[in-house]
């Protein structure tokens, strides 16, 4: 079998990876809404879809753009100078902590004037909770970033499509299920988001995978 074809296979291959991936991140994700607007009235439906929209514009800035940038560059320097990936990888890193945390001290201390700019005092209790998951969504999208670099999909498929929002969604399911408030939704959030890391971080160490 020529190289082109190999190629073709292996690049086959991950897009059906990555097209299941995605489709079970979509069905847990939809079923966690499903839950969340079931159990829960729709104003704090609303809250929820509210709150998830700021912290996703916060990960936007908090990044940088390397989720987008770090893929390309892992793999342009594993070509021409190997020697200086993990250092690539560690600037990364620590810009997008560094800067996450940043972001977390300003929503957190502004989450009363955001609050009233959308006229919902509910979303500043949200957004108190909810924004410490920020730094560790933006690490767990570097991660994946770097390993994409590597030419790997694995960690993506695994932790971002199906680890996060199966937690999320078993979380949700609890709390409903145990008649707990409205905050433990955010509470979850974060909690989903944490683990995920950490299994990530376990994962990629225990693997040698950088």
């Known amino acids: 079998m020529s190289e082109a074809s190999q190629a073709l296979q292996k690049i086959a ?36 879809n509210l709150a998830l929209t700021v912290l996703n ?78 730094p560790f969504w933006a690490l767990t999208g570097v991660v994946i970033s770097v390993s994409r670099g590597f030419g790997r999909v694995r960690e993506q498929v695994y932790f971002q499509n199906i680890v996060y929002p199966t937690l999320f969604m078993a979380f949700v399911v609890m709390g409903a299920f145990l008649g707990l408030p409205f905050a433990f939704v955010f509470g979850a ?7 995920t890391l950490l299994a990530l971080t376990f994962d990629v160490w225990k693997k040698g995978v950088f």
């Open 13 to 48: 291959r991950e897009t059906g990876i990555l097209f299941a991936g995605t489709v079970i991140s979509m069905f847990f994700g939809f079923l966690s809404r499903a839950v969340i607007a079931r159990y829960f009235s729709t104003g704090e439906y609303g809250v929820f």
């Open 57 to 134: 514009i916060a990960l936007v800035i908090a990044t940088l753009g390397f989720q987008n940038a770090l893929p390309r560059e892992v793999a342009f320097y594993r070509e021409k100078e190997p020697s200086r990936v993990g250092d690539l990888v560690s600037t990364a890193l620590v810009i997008v902590a560094v800067n996450s945390l940043i972001w977390t001290a300003i929503l957190f201390a502004g989450a009363g004037n955001i609050s009233r700019l959308f006229g919902d005092e509910r979303l500043a209790g949200a957004l108190r909770i909810a924004v410490f998951a920020l």
């Open 189 to 195: 959030y974060l909690a989903a988001q944490v683990l």
